[in-house]
Structures are given as C-alpha cells and as structure tokens.
C-alpha cells in the first residue's frame, strides 16, 4: 500500500509565506516526478510545480518567482515554499507522486489536498 499524505496549509495574510510538505510512504520502489496542484471551488484542478527525481522543476506562471519546490529524494518527500502569497492562490494543494509500487506498475498516486487561505 501507498500513502501520499500533505501537510502545512493554514490562514496566512497577503504577502505572507507557507510551506507545504508531501510526503509518500508504504511499499515504494522508486518515485520519479512530484507535483504539486491546487484547485478552487468552481475550478479545474490546475499544476504549480513539478520536480523531477533529478531536481528539474516546472512551474506555473502563475507562481513563478514566488514559489519554490524542492524535494529529499531519500524520504520520497516534497516540499512547496510560498512566499508573497496573493488572496488568488487560496485553494485546496494537492500532492501528486509518479511511482512504482513494489510489484506492480508505475502510476499516480495522489494525497487529500491541504487548504491553503489567503486573506486578511
């Protein structure tokens, strides 16, 4: 079995600063890309950042210069720092983990999201 399990979301004031962290867990092989995404009520669940299993990153326009990902390979754990946050980035964060399951086949394995709310 595989958990992917967020933490870190809150209430946080424009300009703020959160950080998220991911972790997976359970009966891994190997993990390759991690990702994170976020979707508001009323709206498609959208990518904000993804790292490869060798740190290259991807992020949204949105976000660029303003969030940064970052993992540890050894814990098959994500990181998502946010800084300068708008009230527009208040969403439900979700983490996704691209593995292999010990015995099995590689796929998506996605967490149950963490709020994040900006607003004064």
């Known amino acids: 079995q595989v958990q992917v399990v967020e933490s870190g979301g809150g209430l946080v004031q424009p300009g703020g600063s959160l950080r998220l962290s991911c972790a997976a867990s359970?009966?891994?092989?190997?993990?390759?890309?991690m990702g994170w995404y976020r979707q508001a009520p009323g709206s498609k669940r959208e990518l904000v950042a993804v790292?490869?299993?060798?740190?290259?990153?991807n992020y949204a326009d949105s976000v660029k210069g303003r969030f940064t990902i970052s993992r540890d390979n050894a814990k098959n754990t994500t990181y998502l720092q946010m800084n300068s946050l708008k009230p527009e980035d208040t969403s439900v964060y979700f983490c996704?983990?691209?593995?292999?399951?010990?015995?099995?086949?590689?796929?998506?394995?996605w967490g149950h999201g963490t709020q994040v709310t900006v607003s004064s």
């Open positions: 359970g009966s891994i092989f190997s993990v390759y890309a």
């Open positions: 790292i490869s299993s060798g740190g290259r990153t």
């Open positions: 996704k983990a691209d593995l292999t399951v010990l015995g099995y086949r590689r796929g998506d394995y």
